[in-house]
């Protein structure tokens, strides 16, 4: 049996076939970071295990459902360029027929 893959299609590794290993890992030291963070700043282990699963809960959605099948770091690259080149996407060519009808 034969498969044809399009010239574009990009074949990503993933962790239980829904989360990529470069999110995972960025996910991973996240999660270390807050949770050193929460340790150095509250002594009781209970309000600990609220506060991380507060704070790193939504982050972890995030990456798991991302937002139209992309991941969270693509998705943040994008929103950055966005931000750099704002007027790159909202540019419209005017042509005769707009200022025509403008008028």
């Given at each position: 049996?034969?498969?044809?893959?399009?010239?574009?299609?990009?074949?990503?590794?993933?962790?239980?076939?829904?989360?990529?290993?470069r999110?995972?890992?960025?996910?991973?030291?996240?999660?270390?970071?807050?949770?050193?963070?929460?340790?150095?700043?509250?002594?009781?282990?209970?309000?600990?295990?609220?506060?991380?699963?507060?704070?790193?809960?939504?982050?972890?959605?995030?990456?798991?459902?991302?937002?139209g099948?992309?991941?969270?770091?693509?998705?943040?690259?994008?929103?950055?360029?966005?931000?750099?080149?704002?007027?790159?996407?909202?540019?419209?060519?005017?042509?005769?027929w707009?200022?025509?009808?403008?008028?």
């Amino acid at each position: 049996m034969k498969f044809i893959f399009p010239k574009n299609y990009k074949l990503n590794r993933k962790i239980l076939g829904f989360l990529d290993y470069r999110t995972a890992i960025i996910d991973l030291c996240l999660g270390v970071f807050l949770l050193l963070i929460i340790r150095a700043i509250i002594s009781n282990l209970s309000t600990q295990i609220y506060v991380f699963i507060i704070l790193f809960l939504p982050v972890l959605l995030f990456s798991i459902l991302g937002t139209g099948g992309e991941n969270i770091i693509d998705f943040t690259i994008y929103i950055i360029k966005f931000f750099k080149n704002r007027k790159v996407y909202f540019y419209e060519k005017k042509t005769d027929w707009n200022l025509n009808i403008k008028k």
